[in-house]
Structures are given as C-alpha cells and as structure tokens.
C-alpha cells in the first residue's frame, strides 16, 4: 500500500491556516464557481458514499454533498462543517468543508486498503450473540477487544434467549456472569418475548450505538423492532442520494424515536483483529491489566514464561481460565490471519 507524501511544516501550518479559516462561521471564504452555496453551517454525516456524503443539519433537512479534497476522510457520524447548495440542478451539490474533532473513531482492517476508519463519534458498541447454534464466549471475547483497542464502551447483548429452558437459562448466565464481574454489562433479549427490550432501550437513550455479531444472531431482527421505519428511512437516504439501492450497502445514522441514533455499517458488523499486535490484545482483556508490567521477564509471553503473573492469577482463580484459552487462541490466530503485505 503506497504511503502519502510527508508534508513539511510549512505545508503542515498552511493546512491548519486553512482548516481555522473555513471554521470561522462568521466570515465563511467564498470560492470561484460556488455561487449556488449556502452559508457555512454545522451538520452531520449521516452516511457516506463514493467521492460524496449525505448531511443533515439541525432541522434534520438532508444535503447532498462533494467533500473537498483537502479532507483525509469522512465518514458516518462526523461532525462537519458545510455549506448546502440552494440551487434546484441536480448536478449542483454542498460542499463539506471541515471535519470536526472526533471523539472517537471505529476501523477496521482491510486485506487491500489496510486500517480504514468507518464510523465516528460512537458512544458505545452492542455486541449480539446469541444462544443458537451455540453461545460462543470467544467470539465474545474478539469482539470486547475490538471495543478496548477503540475504546468504545461495549453492551453484550444475548439474543433468542426464548429458547433455553430454566436449567440452560441458569447455566447460560453462571457463564455470562465472569463478563459482568469484571466490569462489563451484560443483557438477555428475546425478539419473541419482547424480554428486555425496555432495558436495551435505557441504554440506547441519547447515545449514538452500533450494532456488532456474527451472521444469524438477530441483529437484524432487533434493528427492526427499535426502529419500525428503518426501511422508510434508509429509502430517504437512498432517494436523496440520487444512487437508488447503491446506498443500502453504505453506512448510515439513523435516530431511534426516544432519543439516541444508531450506525448502520457493514463494515462494522464483524471485525477482525490480525492489525493489533499481541500487546494490543493482552491490553483488551481488562482483567489482565493489573498484572502486566510485573512479571519476572519484560519479554514475557504470558504463556509457558517462567514468573508471569498473568498464568499465576489464572491458576489461584483470579482470571478466568476459560477467558485465559480464549486469549491464547487470539494470540494463536494473529500471524495466520494476517495478510502477506502486513507480515512484512
């Protein structure tokens, strides 16, 4: 993958004079061939397609916008600054001309591209799972480190639990119980019961959320219970796009009735985790924090190393060991997964 250019520090203040100048409200710069542009105002992303994005602003009007090629990257959930076009021509769009401070940013690896951002802004990640086929605590555990490593609150979330009997409920939730002694929380949900979806709806009140899970687990089903009218506003956000159905592949914000807003993408469904190193991994099983730093050896593996504290904690119970193989599986799997030109 080419890299860009390193830009002098001249370059390097030219491009802050430019950005502190097109946040300036008050004396927006106007540009030859911009006429049919509005004022500079305050707006969001609320998804991001090709070369353009979709921004609303804050009478919740949507725009459609170029985004100038002195911006490195916009995506669903930032806060910009733009300016809407008041032309009628189809052909005339806003322009976005200030991305805002993130204060957060979700990525994920890419074979081709590498690590490219996918959403911004985000207050936390709904991690789904699901008790059928099977309760698959390691997929869990992948995923909580994702959410460390972009530090992004985490919900795990455990859908279909309809379908377990009292004995299984009690053994589903002696295993869920590790998650919530360590700090996580931890929700059973059933599509079928309505069972806690009030409490779902509690922790989606005035947050902007994800939605992450494998294929199967419902995701989609929950999507539809919170948001009856995600279809009529994806078609809005198709329709004013002017890409028809092109768009149902791309992010998009979309706003839960009782407050709050949730992304859509399909690159944040499923991650991968073959970009983080194994520091970055053992760092994303909290409970391990404690300890490192502490061992025996600096270099120390946490695994047959002599003097870890890690594996000691493991063997006195303090670490769960189910959570310990999980870690060793992720460590095990970094190198086979990661693509040729990252091995490097």
């Not at 061939?33 to 509005?38: A, D, I, K, P, V």
Request: with cysteine.
């Amino acid at each position: 993958m080419a890299k860009k250019p390193k830009l002098s520090k001249n370059q390097q203040r030219q491009v802050a004079r430019n950005r502190h100048k097109r946040m300036d409200l008050e004396k927006p710069a106007a540009a030859e061939g911009t006429g049919h542009l509005g004022e500079q105002q305050s707006g969001r992303v609320i998804s991001r397609f090709g070369k353009h994005a979709i921004v609303e602003d804050s009478s919740l009007s949507l725009h459609k916008c170029h985004i100038r090629r002195t911006i490195d990257s916009v995506v669903c959930g930032d806060h910009v600054l733009f300016r809407a076009s008041e032309s009628k021509e189809e052909r005339d769009r806003g322009i976005i001309e200030v991305v805002l401070d993130r204060k957060s940013t979700l990525t994920r690896p890419d074979f081709y591209d590498g690590v490219k951002p996918i959403a911004s802004n985000i207050d936390q990640i709904i991690v789904v799972s699901a008790i059928l086929p099977a309760l698959s605590l390691h997929i869990i555990d992948r995923y909580l480190v994702a959410c460390e490593h972009a530090e992004i609150s985490p919900l795990i979330v455990i859908n279909k639990i309809e379908l377990l009997g009292d004995e299984q409920r009690a053994g589903v939730e002696k295993d869920l119980q590790l998650y919530k002694d360590i700090g996580y929380r931890v929700l059973l949900l059933s599509c079928q019961t309505n069972e806690g979806f009030d409490k779902l709806s509690e922790q989606l009140l005035d947050k902007v959320s994800v939605f992450v899970g494998q294929s199967g687990v419902g995701k989609s089903s929950i999507v539809n219970r919170l948001l009856p009218d995600a279809d009529e506003a994806i078609g809005d956000v198709s329709e004013n796009s002017g890409l028809g159905q092109h768009t149902t592949t791309a992010s998009k914000l979309m706003h839960f009735t009782q407050g709050g807003e949730l992304i859509d993408s399909p690159g944040v469904r499923e991650f991968g985790l073959w970009h983080l190193d194994a520091d970055t991994v053992t760092r994303g099983f909290i409970e391990f924090r404690d300890y490192l730093g502490g061992c025996k050896f600096s270099d120390c593996k946490h695994q047959n190393d002599p003097g870890c504290l890690i594996t000691e904690a493991v063997k006195e119970g303090k670490i769960s060991e189910q959570r310990y193989h999980s870690y060793l599986k992720i460590i095990e799997t970094l190198a086979q997964n990661r693509p040729a030109y990252a091995k490097g």
